[in-house]
């Protein structure tokens, strides 16, 4: 089974940086599709952004779309989200997603997704 944990959340002001770290327990990572979703109090689970196996090909939601980059390095077996420019909408808990590649994958939706990490706080003040 794949496991994932998620680190590099916390408190930051508007306009500030944080850099998101998804570690992987899976001796193929680099088969997997990975993503990133948040949700926000009383708000339904929202893509944020997803890249493929090898790294060529990445999505974004159009509301980070510029202000965060999503990477994999898998020789670490590890997959990144960098979030520039935050802004308080932002704030979410964040969660590392990971489904193996088929051929037709949907990049956007929570339930194609097999594996999920425990979610990291990110909170960005006004």
């Known amino acids: 089974q794949v496991q994932l944990v998620e680190s590099g959340g916390g408190l930051v002001q508007a306009g500030g940086s944080l850099r998101l770290s998804c570690a992987a327990s899976?001796?193929?990572?680099?088969?997997?599709?990975m993503g990133w979703f948040r949700q926000a109090p009383g708000k339904e689970r929202e893509f944020v952004a997803a890249?493929?196996?090898?790294?060529?090909?990445?999505n974004y939601e159009d509301s980070v779309n510029g202000r965060f980059t999503i990477s994999r390095d898998n020789a670490k077996n590890t997959v990144y989200l960098q979030m520039n420019s935050l802004k308080p909408e932002d704030t979410a808990v964040y969660f590392c997603?990971?489904?193996?590649?088929?051929?037709?994958?949907?990049?956007?939706?929570?339930?194609?997704?097999?594996?999920w990490g425990q979610g990291t706080q990110v909170t960005v003040s006004s």
């Open positions: 997603a990971a489904q193996p590649t088929r051929g037709g994958e949907n990049w956007f939706d929570a339930n194609e997704y097999d594996h």
């Open positions: 899976v001796r193929t990572f680099d088969i997997y599709l």
């Open positions: 890249i493929n196996w090898s790294g060529a090909k990445t």
